[in-house]
């Protein structure tokens, strides 16, 4: 095999799955988190590192985001700052896959990163659009509204959007390929850990234990599916009915991209820079909740049809 040929095997080698990329980022972000990721390599930085990095420039795109008028140039180094940390961001998750530095933790840091992002963002624009829009600084609570129902619709959108992610690759790779957990087995681990001896694991635990709850309740069908095909097959699900819900699932893997990032930060940055950012919350609360919606409709579906087919023993 020729250097340029390990190279790109090297660079598959990092992605999660081509089913799952989207093509902005097989494009843009995962060429340069390549890159950041061989760097950080070489230098021996751990993705958790990495992820850290990605939160303070993240929380300081969002803070730049506020400023308006003669100083509104600043907007456009908040979204510099904001793709930067988007790029370590697919960076961690590179570097882990290279190096196999894969940790529960790190999972953690990673789903927390976008939220003390976005947390900034809502906080600036906020402030912003209360200090500036003629319709809105008569009623403030009004913004402020809006921005923590965005907020919570934010959540449930990235979360269900990363468990669908995580279904598929679990069907596509099997367990070692996916990070699914499920809520019995973090029970098990919770008690084995002692809040005494383990403390801060015991606590990021704990409240991803709630995470994974509240993406379970979410979808019923599937974790009805889970149950069956453990109670049928363990972990040893037949290649068969791998191949026969990949191919149902796959088409719905956009969704679970227009639900992560690049969709809702392209309406962000746009609305940023016509200074209308209250946009920017009116998209997450109905664009997105629709396509929310429909998508948890379409895959329950999904899953219904296969507990027919275990069922009437088709596998």
Not at 22 to 44: C, H, N, Q, S, V
Not at 73 to 89: E, H, K, P, R
Not at 218 to 243: H, Y
Request: aromatic share 16%; net charge positive; glycine share 6%.
């Amino acid at each position: 095999m020729g250097k340029f040929a390990q190279i790109k095997q090297q660079y598959k080698d990092s992605l999660k799955s081509l089913d799952t990329e989207e093509t902005l980022d097989l494009m843009f972000y995962r060429p340069i988190g390549y890159m950041w990721a061989l760097l950080a390599a070489k230098l021996g930085i751990t993705p958790n590192v990495i992820t850290i990095a990605s939160i303070f420039l993240g929380v300081a795109a969002g803070a730049l985001f506020y400023f308006h008028g003669d100083l509104i140039w600043l907007n456009y180094i908040g979204i510099v700052l904001l793709v930067w940390a988007n790029s370590f961001d697919s960076a961690d998750g590179q570097l882990a896959r290279l190096t196999h530095q894969y940790s529960r933790l790190g999972r953690i840091l990673d789903g927390l990163s976008g939220d003390f992002w976005f947390v900034a963002i809502y906080f600036a624009i906020c402030f912003r659009i209360n200090e500036t829009s003629a319709f809105f600084m008569p009623h403030p609570w009004l913004i402020w509204t809006m921005a923590v129902l965005a907020g919570m619709c934010h959540g449930k959108q990235a979360a269900s959007a990363d468990y669908y992610r995580q279904f598929h690759l679990y069907f596509l790779k099997g367990k070692e390929g996916s990070e699914l957990d499920s809520c019995p087995q973090l029970d098990e681990k919770l008690k084995q850990l002692s809040w005494r001896n383990n403390f801060w694991a015991k606590f990021t635990l704990f409240f991803y234990r709630q995470y994974t709850a509240n993406q379970e309740k979410l979808t019923p069908r599937m974790q009805q599916l889970r149950k069956m095909l453990k109670e049928r097959f363990g972990d040893d699900i037949p290649q068969t009915f791998r191949d026969a819900f990949r191919v149902k699932s796959k088409p719905l893997m956009k969704y679970t991209n227009m639900l992560s990032f690049n969709t809702r930060v392209i309406v962000l940055f746009v609305s940023i820079i016509i200074q209308m950012p209250w946009i920017y919350f009116a998209f997450e609360l109905t664009v997105l909740n629709l396509m929310l919606v429909y998508m948890i409709w379409r895959h329950e579906r999904i899953c219904k049809y296969f507990i027919i087919q275990l069922e009437n023993e088709t596998y």
